[in-house]
């Protein structure tokens, strides 16, 4: 979190004792407005962790909250499972003979239907 009248240049010289800054991005709204937070990449791998010392530092009288990016684990894919109790019901006795279902879903209807020829006035 850094504060809202920060710039680039002086994020970059916060973080300058760390290591070689690449670059920082201070995100913003669509409005253009800064969002409170910004994203500095280090050449050094090194300089990661020398900046999570900074962490709770000052930068324009407000307090800083340093992190380490999160990395993303190839492979990972977070999906939603289905429900835990469904199961297809099976067919019983009483109920009719299976054929195909109807073209747009059971108890559906389609809200236009394409006419059967050709119309150039419609």
């Known amino acids: 979190m850094v504060d809202y009248s920060c710039t680039p240049e002086?994020?970059?010289?916060?973080?300058?004792s760390c290591g070689t800054v690449n670059r920082v991005t201070i995100r913003s709204n669509k409005y253009g407005q800064p969002k409170g937070y910004a994203y500095v990449e280090f050449l050094?791998?090194?300089?990661?962790q020398e900046a999570l010392l900074l962490n709770e530092s000052e930068l324009h009288g407000r307090q800083l909250k340093v992190s380490a990016k999160r990395t993303n684990v190839p492979?990972?894919?977070?999906?939603?499972?289905?429900?835990?109790?469904?199961?297809?019901?099976?067919?019983?006795?009483?109920m009719p003979p299976y054929i195909f279902p109807p073209p747009y879903g059971y108890g559906k209807v389609p809200r236009f239907r394409m006419p059967m020829r050709y119309n150039p006035y419609f």
Do not use: S, W
Request: cysteine-free.
């Open 44 to 48: 050094e791998t090194e300089a990661v």
């Open 10 to 16: 002086e994020v970059q010289l916060h973080f300058q």
């Open 75 to 94: 492979g990972l894919k977070q999906f939603r499972p289905r429900r835990a109790g469904f199961r297809p019901r099976a067919a019983t006795t009483h």
